[in-house]
């Protein structure tokens, strides 16, 4: 009786896990974005954001950063603080490189940050001051962990009212989701979710298991030049 109790309850909590990870995709590709603000004084017709969310990590950022350099192509990367604080040399290359560097969170802990406006708050302001202390400035772009689709209004009003402006995203390579895909399937994720699109803001993740994202950004990079794109920062 108690195996085949604790059998239902595993296959319960496997499809309970199945639902709430496609759920999780399917808001990556539907949520609002942020764009009234950008570091171009005229935004061109056709735009694409190339964002970066959970770095920098030592295996993968700097791979990412040679890409962009190499294809002149600038960015946006939403830091973990916790994360930045032990690699301080690439939040400080990503800004002598002319990229963004903006706020995701201090821990990514989402039962902790979004359990009040204070807790959320106070974890922006952490790792603001991360970001302050290398770079010498606090940004004032951020992006909720997950992105703001289905938070509490009183969340979203607490951090527009703190001086943010946040950002989501309309396109993905889904390199955040279950298992590790190869750089050909996040490449037409993104070519795929960005369809008609003028204006793409592309979520793609620079932490250490993203192992196929870096040869991906080449690609996608490359296929949005040929197809008359430019390329801006928030």
């Not at 950063?65 to 994360?83: M, N, R, Y």
Request: some cysteine; charged content about 25%; overall charge negative.
């Amino acid at each position: 009786m108690n195996r085949k109790y604790f059998a239902a309850a595993a296959i319960i909590l496997a499809v309970a896990f199945a639902v709430l990870w496609i759920a999780y995709g399917l808001n990556g590709a539907q949520s609002t974005f942020a764009i009234a603000q950008t570091n171009d004084t005229q935004t061109p017709e056709k735009t694409v954001y190339l964002t970066f969310d959970d770095g920098p990590s030592d295996r993968i950022t700097p791979k990412i950063l040679d890409i962009l350099d190499a294809e002149d192509v600038k960015a946006t990367f939403f830091i973990i603080g916790q994360q930045a604080e032990r690699r301080d040399y690439l939040i400080r290359r990503e800004t002598e490189s002319g990229h963004t560097v903006a706020v995701h969170s201090y821990t990514h802990d989402y039962t902790d940050i979004y359990s009040s406006p204070k807790k959320l708050l106070a974890d922006i302001d952490k790792c603001n001051a991360v970001i302050e202390k290398i770079t010498g400035k606090r940004s004032d772009v951020y992006r909720f962990p997950g992105g703001s689709y289905g938070l509490k209004s009183e969340l979203i009003a607490a951090v527009t009212e703190h001086g943010l402006r946040y950002v989501d995203w309309n396109a993905s390579t889904r390199d955040a989701e279950w298992g590790v895909s190869g750089a050909d399937t996040l490449y037409n994720n993104a070519v795929s979710t960005s369809a008609n699109c003028d204006n793409v803001v592309l979520l793609s993740h620079d932490s250490t298991n993203k192992t196929s994202t870096p040869e991906a950004t080449r690609r996608i990079i490359q296929y949005y030049k040929k197809n008359g794109y430019s390329f801006s920062t928030f």
